[in-house]
């Protein structure tokens, strides 16, 4: 009996390995080099845009904090407007990390989720999604600053 | 030059990003979790700000800048207000960015539908 399933789960384990062989042939290789080069051209645009606008603001008399507060804010609301619109996804599709990385993939990533649950309600559904891809970010994030906090609290005084 | 530095820079970190995305399978979640977290202990070694002096928007635009921007106010409020700079520091670095994001986020979801891929 025990021989039995033993063979039986032999079996089993060879055919999911000939499924993943069989899967492999039609999943198409990404293409390391253009994928890379894409990103790097479309990243390196948005942060030499970014730069751009700030100048603008610092011309004008904004002080530099003030000026790059006010373009991350830019890129925020021009990301999640193309995602609304739907451009977005056409762009990453293209760029792939180059829009992911920088500050706009975290704004798709709040209003693609709660766009899709919008049918679930506005507070349970669009409400909550909100926060599926950015609350762990912040979470992460925001709890780390405070170790990193406390921690050189700790340094400077000791 | 500095357009150009910031252009390298950022791309640099883009294509990290990417490298990320094809060779581990690791989702874009995770990708951006990794960036803030790594960017704000880079920023609590010291590591990341000679960057940002360096590339300017290249450093700071990606996400490795928001977990700068959080460090650094954490860092920064501490030496004022002690302990409790701790707890302030980060977000109030950052409030600006994230409300406007939840906000205008927000807005735009109760406004537009999603679209099919074309």
Known sequence: ?158 | MDYLWAFLIGGLICVIGQLLMDFTKLTPPRILVIFVVSGAILTGLGLYQPIVDFAKSGATVPLPGFGYLLAKGAMDAVKIDGFMGALVGGLKETAAGITAAIVFGYIIALIFSPKPLR
């Open chain 1, 1 to 158: 009996m025990a021989k039995k399933k033993k063979q039986k789960e032999q079996e089993r384990k060879e055919q999911a390995k000939a499924y993943e062989k069989y899967v492999k042939q039609f999943t198409p290789n990404p293409k390391y080099f253009s994928n890379a080069f894409k990103a790097f051209v479309v990243g390196g645009l948005i942060c030499v845009i970014a730069l751009y606008i700030q100048n603008l603001f610092m011309a004008q008399g904004m002080v530099k904090k003030d000026a790059a507060t006010a373009v991350t804010v830019i890129l925020v609301c021009s990301a999640q407007l193309l995602t609304g619109i739907g451009w977005f996804d056409s762009i990453a599709r293209f760029a792939g990390a180059g829009v992911i990385v920088p500050i706009t993939g975290f704004a798709n990533s709040m209003v693609s989720p709660a766009m899709e649950f919008k049918k679930e309600g506005l507070v349970l559904g669009s409400g909550a999604k909100l926060f599926t891809l950015a609350g762990p970010v912040l979470v992460c994030g925001i709890s780390v600053s405070v170790i990193i906090g406390i921690i050189h609290l700790l340094i400077n005084k000791g």
